[in-house]
């Protein structure tokens, strides 16, 4: 059975259509699907489809690179576009969860919208090429997982190419129909409960006719998603594979869909394993026609071989000479508009680094709010969960803005007092607009050591007749809100104490540790030639410090 936490998610259904968590209340989750429904593609798929640097093809560049710089070049050319993330029976527990997180981590970073395609299905592929799955219990949780994974984030989800139009197949059985119809349901359910929108399998154009295809749709749960795929590791024309989906959009109640153009420039090369004579299709890209047509995709992995077929390796392995011939028969399409950044409506940020300082903890990192790229931002920087300062997320940025398409004054850098021993520090950017407050991920441990007062003699003179003036600075780090007693000596002997209590700015530019330290006072001393000491009381387990000793003749 679904798990009641992912199912129950259906009370609150969390649709992120906008870049903002949108709040539905209903004990239904059709009410959820009804608002997936309804969303306009751009706010589904904002700011474009994801690209990963770390894709297949990134990394067969980089592995071919020596070995075989034009199958190198090639899958470096296929790297620079956005290619669907497949979850599969290779990758359960931490290694699913990591995949997610990161690609979910890095599309909010770049302001685009991660799409992920499910193939682990029981019984997968009917025992072809792909042949493997988990069994159905297992298979259920690993759903629950991927959806658990994703609720509150914008992604979309290719659910299981091949589950529903390969059920004509010969090697499929009708206890297998049903258990597929109970799967997908469930599946479909999950995600929209998680607030995801979700596509079944419809094959493509030459697979299964309209009214077979829509059945199969419907048994297997299509009301309850944002609709449904076609073209998936096919090669099919996009417009022969439109009007297909538009007829099947209309026989099951107005399904958006999407078509995989990854293939299809060259259109059909007489088999679906390997074609020879393929070449990229359209290049991916949202679309807004006034159709059901969502999105042109890259979902199977261009280069990635289908089978042990027309020369080619184990399905899923790179097949450099087939990925070459895709490059070099490439139909792109015109260049896709580049959609603007979608920002979630809580601030970004990062606390970079979090080190001992002189007066405290020295932290840096920088904080913007897309509700209001221009502001800067406020920061509260938490030690052991209260906060020690604020900070103004102001600084020059340029790697900032470059990466993130914000202004340049975004960062923040300042010392936050603290006590000895082991400290998690945090930097919560406080939200301006829509949304709430965020804290950076991660936060930091930092091991503050127990230290002497920090601290500098500056001069001694004297003024008038027995008279001595001091001038210097000090602080303890253990405590900088205290101002230290110094203990004035003269040839050995205890002839004053002052207060450090005096204003000096510079030392707080300097150190962070407040405008309050400077030392600036008189004592009494006999005349003569006599060596002035003084000494930093501490105010913690570091001890006193001393600052030094000059030779004054005292009138």
């Known amino acids: ?22 709040a539905a209340p209903s004990a239904d989750a059709a009410t959820g699907a009804a608002a997936i429904r309804a969303a306009v593609s751009t706010s589904l798929f904002a700011g474009g489809p994801y690209r990963s640097a770390t894709s297949e093809a990134a990394k067969a560049a980089d592995a071919l690179r020596t070995s075989d710089p034009a199958g190198a070049a090639a899958a470096a050319t296929i790297a620079r576009y956005p290619v669907a993330i497949w979850l599969g029976d290779w990758t359960r527990g931490t290694t699913l969860t990591t995949t997610i997180d990161r690609a979910v981590a890095a599309a909010e970073q770049a302001g685009t919208t991660p799409v992920f395609v499910t193939y682990a299905i029981p019984d997968r592929d009917c025992g072809g090429y792909s042949a493997g799955g988990l069994d159905e219990t297992a298979y259920d949780a690993w759903v629950d997982q991927i959806a658990g994974r994703l609720a509150g984030h914008r992604a979309a989800v290719v659910v299981e ?17 049903a258990q597929r119809y109970r799967i997908l349901s469930r599946s479909v359910a999950a995600f929209t409960a998680a607030g995801v929108p979700s596509y079944l399998d419809a094959g493509n154009s030459n ?23 076609t073209n998936v590791a096919n090669y099919y024309p996009t417009t022969q594979e439109q009007a297909y989906a ?25 088999t679906w ?39 080619g390796p184990a399905a899923g392995t790179w097949f450099s000479s087939f990925a070459q011939t895709l490059v070099a028969k490439a139909q792109l399409g015109a260049a896709a508009a580049q959609p603007a950044r979608a920002y979630r409506a809580d601030p970004y940020g990062s606390l970079e680094r979090v080190a001992t300082a002189s007066a405290g903890v ?55 007092p603290t006590t000895p021993g082991k400290h998690r520090v945090c930097a919560v950017a406080r939200n301006v607009g829509a949304g709430a407050d965020s804290t950076a991920d991660p936060c930091r441990t930092v ?60 030392v707080d530019r ?12 008189t004592v009494t001393v006999a005349s003569g030639s006599r060596s002035v000491c003084l000494t930093a009381l501490g105010v913690g387990s570091g001890g006193d410090r001393s600052l030094g000793c000059r030779t004054v003749r005292v009138r």
């Open 1 to 22: 059975m679904r798990s009641l936490a992912v199912l129950g998610a259906a009370a609150v259904v969390t649709t992120v259509l906008t870049g903002v968590v949108v």
């Open 161 to 177: 190419p091949d589950s529903l139009a390969m059920l004509s197949n010969a090697k499929c059985d009708a206890t297998l129909d």
């Open 207 to 229: 697979w299964q006719p309209v009214a077979t295809m829509a059945d199969r749709l419907r048994r297997a749960g299509v009301a309850e998603a944002r609709g449904f795929f």
């Open 246 to 270: 538009e007829k099947l959009s209309a026989a099951t109640g107005g399904a958006h869909y999407v078509i995989d153009t990854s293939r299809n420039g060259q259109g059909w090369r007489g």
């Open 273 to 311: 394993c390997n074609g020879p004579g393929a070449g990229l299709g359209t290049s991916p890209r949202v679309v807004s026609d006034g159709t059901a047509l969502d999105a042109l995709l890259w979902v199977k992995t261009p280069g990635a071989s289908d089978g042990t077929c027309n020369g």
């Open 362 to 416: 020295a932290v840096t990192g920088w904080a913007f709010d897309g509700d209001e790229p221009d502001t800067a931002l406020s920061v509260a920087v938490t030690v052991d969960g209260r906060t020690a300062a604020t900070l103004t997320a102001d600084a020059t940025r340029t790697d900032v803005a470059a990466q993130w398409g914000v202004g340049r004054e975004h960062g923040y850098a300042g010392v936050v």
């Open 447 to 506: 091991t503050v050591p127990a230290v002497a007062p920090t601290g500098r003699l500056d001069a001694v003179t004297s003024p008038s007749h027995r008279r001595v003036a001091v001038r210097g600075w000090t602080f303890d780090r253990d405590d900088t809100s205290r101002a230290l007693r110094v203990r004035v000596t003269a040839g050995g002997r205890t002839v004053g104490t002052l207060v450090a209590d005096a204003r000096r700015t510079d």
């Open 510 to 521: 300097a150190h962070g540790a407040g405008p309050a330290h400077g030392l600036s006072g």
